[in-house]
């Protein structure tokens, strides 16, 4: 091994492979630095931040939160404008739903080796806590020197976590890390990691298997598809990203949707787009709040505040009071006949 210290980045998702990655790593003497890019999809934190049922749950940024445990800087990067091509024009295609992983892991090694900071200070390589066989799209074999050349960090980028399964990097070759200290884990099963975080003293951490992206969600990939089938274009910015996280979503046309909150929480939030979509609100009966998205016509959005009142607590009533606001300010009144269960078609559920 060397004497002269070396520096590493490590690319931190806040799960627990990126954690023990890193951990490995910084036990050998190198100074680490982790770096995470927000995409705008990270599941973490927003939900869980507005749904009542989510409020025994901490309220944390799980990048920042495995930063502080291991004691290191962290730089968190945004990148939702550049990663729109990498969602919509994915080189390597699609996962199970709309998750470009492979396309994504390219980009964010790139980004982290081809960042001029990590040049500046002299950084010496990459770390990621990817593990062969793990994920079906992106964690194989065969993709893992597919990442390494198309992300040009070449050998410079290492997987401590299945490092033994794969040949010598860079870092290995010239004696900055031992390998013999490197894991060989391999496959789905997160018994090893498990193990491996208790021998070095974590005894609290993410969900094992991580899947901090909605993108990997099928509920969100279709609401996220429905979205840009209904616009005619795949464009979409941070307000789309987030609403789509938020409530049920109802199309029962092609040319509207309905957004009903599911609980106080969701109500509040929604509240905040008030002036961007038609508002329905009942006022005879507690009940959710509810969005009318699209282009609807005055029978669309009576239909919209049937729905909605069928959520409330006027479900069973012959009539619940309706307030509507629309976009420009102008505020109305009307009655409606809550809509029956049978009424409310499985199709209409994005």
Sequence with gaps: MTNNPKRAVSLISGGLDSMLATKIIMDQGIHVEGINFYTGFCVEGHTHAIRKKDKKKEKRNNALWVAEQLGIKLHIIDVIDEYKD???????GYGQNLNPCLDCKIFMVNKAQAWAWMEENQFDF??????????????????????????????????????????????????????E??????????????????????TEYSQPAGGCCFLTDKSYSDKLGDLWRSRGSR??????????????????????????????GESNYLKGYKSDFITLETCSHNGPLTLVDGDPSETDIHNAAR????YGQGRDAEQVDVSMRRPNGEVSSFSVKPMSADDILPAWHV
């Design 86 to 92: 990498v969602l919509l024009n994915p080189k390597h």
């Design 126 to 179: 990459i770390i990621t806590g990817e593990v062969i066989g793990q994920r079906p799209k992106s964690q194989r074999k065969e993709t893992m020197p597919i990442i390494a050349r198309e992300s040009g960090a070449e050998d410079r980028l290492l997987r401590p976590l299945c490092a033994k399964n794969l040949p010598e990097t860079l870092p290995e070759r010239e004696g900055w890390v031992d390998r």
């Design 181 to 202: 200290k490197l894991m060989a884990f391999h496959g789905r099963n997160r018994k090893p990691q498990m193990a491996l975080a208790a021998k070095l003293g974590f």
């Design 235 to 264: 464009e979409y910015d941070l307000d789309d990203i987030m609403l789509l996280k938020v409530g049920r979503h109802l199309r029962p046309a092609p040319n509207f949707k309905v957004i009903v909150s599911r609980e106080e």
């Design 307 to 310: 729905i909605m009142a069928r």
